[in-house]
């Protein structure tokens, strides 16, 4: 957005590492409805075809459900905090028109209490 470059401590796309560039990818990726769908498709097809021979292990299905419930809960937090990211940017660009406009304001303000013929007019 362009709001950010007023924020000293947010970097911009030059300035992220490659740490932050692979988080932000995978926050926006994993934090999707879409990657639930997918995730709990592949792995009600894993539960039903019993993980197609390859896993026999005696609590196979209780280790499954548990992490199918771990993954889900993962996605629906990034999807949680995506969400609660976008309501902190709009309140930010609220908060920034709201300031400029004070500005302007208080210029005006300022204009007209100077003295006739004020060199600072």
């Given at each position: 957005?362009?709001?950010?470059?007023?924020?000293?401590?947010v970097p911009t796309d030059n300035e992220r590492?490659?740490?932050?560039?692979?988080a932000d990818a995978l926050r926006l990726g994993m934090g999707s409805w879409s990657f639930i769908g997918?995730?709990?498709?592949i792995l009600c097809v894993w539960l039903i075809t019993g993980g197609l021979g390859m896993d026999r292990s005696p609590y196979f299905h209780l280790n499954l459900?548990?992490?199918m419930i771990a993954g889900l809960q993962g996605s629906a937090l990034l999807i949680s905090?995506?969400?609660?990211d976008r309501i902190n940017a709009e309140i930010t660009k609220y908060h920034l028109e709201l300031t400029e406009e004070i500005h302007?304001?208080?210029g005006e303000v300022h204009r007209t209490n100077l003295p006739e013929g004020d060199p600072n007019a």
């Open positions: 957005m362009k709001h950010w470059r007023f924020h000293p401590s590492d490659l740490g932050e560039k692979a997918v995730f709990g498709f459900i548990l992490s905090d995506k969400r609660a302007l304001l208080l």
